[in-house]
């Protein structure tokens, strides 16, 4: 048996330096302010957590969290800290008005529901933050139900 040759380990440190370089990125905040912390898959009557982190990365006036309607559907949200400025549906969006944050400020929402029992099936939509009106991030967010 012969000891493997550079090619063999450069092959298996490959994807590490991927997922490393992934990483420092996202640590830098270049591709994007928010970043998202959440259950992809819950059974019925389950509590979950989410934590939705901001960096501000210029001053963001009049921050607004917006959550797809179709995402919290028949989801029981009990607790959203710290509390929001003011709260609104409008557009197929549940929105969450903020306190502005300054540059380089970094703020974290954290929230706290259950799984109604009937809810079984998946959930998703396009999680956004907001200055007042205009779109500044956004990713899809994605539930699965289980009975």
């Not at 917006?66 to 559907?73: D, I, M, Q």
């Not at 396009?126 to 200055?131: A, H, N, P, V, Y």
Request: charged share 20%; net charge neutral.
């Amino acid at each position: 048996m012969r000891p493997p040759g550079w090619r063999s380990v450069l092959v298996s440190w490959a994807p590490l330096g991927v997922l490393g370089e992934l990483i420092l990125v996202a640590l830098t905040g270049i591709l994007s302010g928010i970043f998202f912390k959440a259950p992809v898959v819950l059974r019925s009557g389950q509590f979950f957590e989410m934590r939705l982190l901001v960096v501000a990365q210029r001053l963001i006036d009049k921050p607004v969290s917006a959550v797809p309607v179709g995402y919290w559907c028949d989801l029981m949200i009990n607790s959203f800290y710290p509390a929001t400025v003011g709260e609104q549906a409008r557009d197929g969006h549940f929105e969450f008005a903020l306190d502005p944050l300054e540059a380089g400020e970094v703020m974290i929402l954290k929230i706290d529901g259950q799984n109604n029992p009937p809810l079984v099936g998946r959930l998703s939509g396009r999680l956004e933050l907001r200055d007042a009106e205009r779109t500044i991030a956004a990713m899809p967010v994605s539930l699965r139900t289980l009975p």
